[in-house]
């Protein structure tokens, strides 16, 4: 794992040189989000297909996190003033600034996925979508300013240590050391989420497989890099695989969707009633609505905390 890590490392560097230009957050979100939904419309349909999907937009959106990650490293490094302040902290100062920051990375995640599991984009008018995505931009750069910070504690807090262990390193040398180690610990949770994720599918149906892909997309698009935050806030709390995180977020998540759910269905019998319809055929709309719900529920465990699936 550490030497592919330092071998991606190197190419990120590379490919962050030979960059001349860049295109707006938002443009480029938007122009991958079309990009993918004509891909989609190409495809068939059928189970392996969908599953095949899934695992593309799993890794697609691993790929990314680990460009986060070195992206982060790196702006973490060149932050001046903030290293200077790190420098001077305890051990514990550092793991105080950690825990607070990974409340604020848990907020951020939970703002996010309320406002993006809560849209119905099929439903969106174009300048809507423009919206849509001048708002997912903005958080996403949220998420990144709270990342980097973070990481800046992160390196001093392991340097620290990392320097005990190699004191003949020179600074440079250390920190380049602790970025190929950064990232083969988030190789190793991403590869432990893939095998999750590809066991859990083989027992799903059609309509479950199509929710997962659809909060894959939305998880990618927003930028939901739990194996990096697990990663990143390790060393602040109890939860090295971020799964406690992530579930107390999608807890409040899900219950908020409750209370839609349950307008949806008082709106439904409303219907029902005013249009005469019969018992039977109220049932039958209500088991449907039911049964949305659960797929929503199951995809978005899957996408977020997919071991406990397996309990």
């Not at 190197?10 to 960059?19: D, F």
């Not at 514990?92 to 984009?121: F, G, I, N, P």
């Not at 008082?266 to 709309?285: F, G, H, P, R, V």
Request: hydrophobic residues 35%; aromatic residues 2%.
């Amino acid at each position: 794992m550490k030497a592919l890590a330092k071998e991606r490392l190197e190419a990120r560097k590379r490919k962050l040189q030979k960059k001349k230009e860049e295109v707006s957050e938002e443009v480029r979100l938007r122009s991958e989000d079309d990009l993918e939904q004509l891909e989609d419309m190409a495809q068939t349909q059928d189970l392996s297909s969908v599953q095949t999907a899934i695992l593309e937009a799993l890794d697609q959106r691993q790929t990314e996190e680990r460009n986060v990650l070195m992206d982060i490293i790196q702006t973490a490094r060149n932050s001046g003033a903030i290293i200077r302040e790190a420098k001077q902290m305890t051990s514990q100062d550092l793991k105080t600034q950690l825990l607070k920051l990974e409340k604020d990375e848990r907020t951020w995640k939970q703002v996010s996925m309320q406002a993006a599991l809560h849209t119905d984009e099929g439903n969106l008018s174009k300048s809507e979508k423009d919206v849509m995505f001048k708002e997912v931009a903005q958080r996403r750069s949220e998420h990144q300013a709270i990342l980097t910070e973070a990481m800046v504690y992160k390196l001093q807090l392991e340097e620290q240590s990392h320097r005990a262990q190699n004191p003949k390193m020179s600074d440079e040398e250390s920190l380049e050391d602790l970025s190929v180690v950064l990232l083969a610990d988030l190789q190793e949770k991403q590869a432990t989420e893939s095998a999750t994720v590809q066991n859990l599918m083989q027992d799903m149906e059609e309509k479950e497989l199509q929710e997962v892909k659809r909060v894959q997309r939305i998880a990618k698009r927003e930028g939901w890099f739990d194996a990096l935050t697990g990663m990143l806030f390790q060393l602040s709390g109890s939860d090295p695989t971020g799964e406690e995180a992530g579930l107390e977020i999608l807890d409040k998540t899900m219950a908020n969707m409750e209370e839609d759910w349950k307008k949806e269905k008082d709106m439904l019998i409303a219907e029902a009633k005013s249009e005469n319809a019969s018992e039977e055929e109220l049932q039958s709309a209500l088991k449907q609505l039911e049964h949305e719900q659960e797929l929503k529920r199951k995809a978005s465990l899957t996408a977020f905390c997919p071991s406990q699936l397996l309990l």
